[in-house]
């Protein structure tokens, strides 16, 4: 129905800066809700940042994000409605980042109902 498509992983030099996309496609109506999480070899999966409708429609509405407290001021996440596709710039990046970042994305389907899903995850190394 939903698939869920992340890229933009590479290999980065401390200090340096990526963007990761998640693409959406498939049987969509709207995406409400998006999400950045990563996972680091030996960690528990975090929440890197996130962005969701106030309203539950889509999101060119009013939106509202949120951060882990590790990427404030270097990461920022954004929308674009129109391609169903969530983006997180990554900037100042640290050794620490170094993760497979995934996104997790709710979405109303065109029969109405909701739809809750991940995508397979690209990786960011970043070396010194």
């Known amino acids: 129905q939903v698939q869920l498509v992340e890229s933009g992983g590479a290999l980065v030099h401390a200090g340096g800066s990526l963007r990761l996309s998640c693409a959406a496609s498939?049987?969509?109506?709207?995406?409400?809700?998006m999400g950045w999480y990563r996972q680091a070899p030996g960690k528990q999966r975090e929440l890197v940042a996130a962005?969701?409708?106030?309203?539950?429609?889509?999101?060119?509405?009013?939106?509202?994000?949120n951060y882990a407290d590790s990427v404030k001021g270097r990461f920022t996440i954004s929308a674009d409605n129109a391609k169903n596709t969530v983006y997180l710039q990554m900037n100042n990046l640290k050794l620490e980042d170094a993760a497979e970042y995934s996104c997790?994305?709710?979405?109303?389907?065109?029969?109405?109902?909701?739809?809750?899903?991940w995508g397979q995850g690209t990786q960011v190394t970043v070396f010194s």
């Open positions: 997790d994305a709710e979405v109303w389907l065109l029969d109405g109902s909701s739809w809750y899903g």
């Open positions: 962005i969701r409708s106030d309203s539950i429609t889509d999101l060119a509405s009013e939106t509202r994000t």
């Open positions: 498939g049987s969509i109506s709207s995406v409400y809700a």
